[in-house]
């Protein structure tokens, strides 16, 4: 692979930066033959795209590569520190280049787009539609919800993948072909491609550090007892309040939900071990217990609750293990969402619905004005009834139909309670 011939100063990272598109390592998916992103390199046609992928997947290179690619002047703009000032300025260094002697187009690369609001997103939209320059977004967060849709209209979206533990192979092996880096050995190697997650840059930056702390060591070679010593314990890479973090959490409540506990245990291990806050984690399998379990199992929001507040007295590590016990009764429980779309479905109805009085005989009468509006009058008293239940009262608006919000399920507690409610309306079908 091309290396830069900068001397030693030049970052690890900057040395191995692809220089051509066969050089990229990873994102075959969009860069192997025949594929979109490829196809586009191939057509000779620059056009708007966002990037969205993890950090350290290729967004930047791939971009300086198009405009390579296309022998165009490439601008890049960091979202995280500039603003309108940079957008004009960039317009500005566009212009110039297709007005020059020797016209060039221009690729205008913005790190971090989501950064930028609303109104700063806007300005790139005029340029786009006229051609002035190429826009290349890249992004750590969903588009869908961090771009203007009049911006992501006018751009495709190519999604990047962290890199592979093969990719990062590669990658150290690129780094030991230019001696960036002595040797290494294999179980350290491994160590290392789980500690980088598959963040290309990570691993980079990490290999430079090592390298320089093995050479004052006088090592040679680095071993995975030392690389241990040097990193400590490994961390991953958590974005926790990102598009990482929200795609975890769905799926441990889907894992929950699907009744599998192995797969229930593992997300929530994830979560903790990526640095969620457990009393989060609590929060989430309390609004679990209401949503997917319910009346099929009442214990469950109990327990819930129960873990929630052993966490609170124990803290971690010790709180977790209640939290764990949490996950695999709930997986394992009877499932029922019934509460909750009858809840849904009565909140629908309401908000749709006029105000309704509630009729005279349910009202509340405490003084003798209201008795003698005939509040509370009629009004039948279930303990007073045969098998406390008033068969064949109404306790809905007059006129209102039975709405049948709740429908319970044939699964856990709910189906005694099926058996209940149909032997109530049978009882009310006879009165009526």
Known sequence: MPVSKAGAHVPL?????????????GQQHMLGEGMALRLAFESGQPHSCILWGPPGVGKTTIARLMADAFDAQFITIS???????????????????????????TILFVDEVHRFNKSQQDAFLPHVESGLFTFIGATTENPSFE???????RAAVYVLQPLTEDDLRQIVAKARAIDAVPPVEEAAVDRLIAYADGDARRLLNTLETLAVAADSEKLAEVTDAWLLKVLGERMRRYDKGGEQ????????????????????????VRMLDGGAD?????????????ED???????????????AEVYERLGSPEGELALAECVVYLAVAPKSNA??????????????????????????APTKLMKSLDYGKGYRYAHDED??????????????????????VDRGLELRIGDKLRELKRRNDQNN
Request: proline fraction near 7%.
């Open 13 to 25: 990272a900057e040395r191995l930066r692809p220089r051509t598109l066969a050089d990229v390592i």
């Open 79 to 105: 979202a995280v520190l500039g603003g309108v000032k940079d957008i004009r300025e960039a317009v500005e260094r566009a212009e110039a280049a297709r007005s020059g002697l020797a016209s060039q187009r």
């Open 147 to 153: 771009v203007n849709s009049a911006l992501l209209s």
């Open 278 to 290: 457990p009393r989060y984690m609590a929060r989430r399998l309390i609004r679990m217990a209401s």
């Open 293 to 307: 379990i319910g009346l099929a199992d009442p214990r469950a929001l109990r327990l819930a609750l129960d873990a």
């Open 245 to 268: 973090f929200y795609d975890t959490i769905s799926a441990l409540h889907k894992s929950v939900r699907g009744s599998d506990p192995d797969a229930a245990l593992y997300w929530l």
């Open 339 to 364: 509460v909750y779309k009858a809840f849904n479905a009565a909140k629908a109805f309401v908000k749709k619905d006029g105000t309704r009085p509630v009729p005279m005989h349910l009202r509340n």
């Open 387 to 408: 098998g406390g239940f008033a068969a064949g009262e109404s306790y809905l608006p007059e006129g209102m139909p039975e709405p049948g919000f709740y429908k319970p």
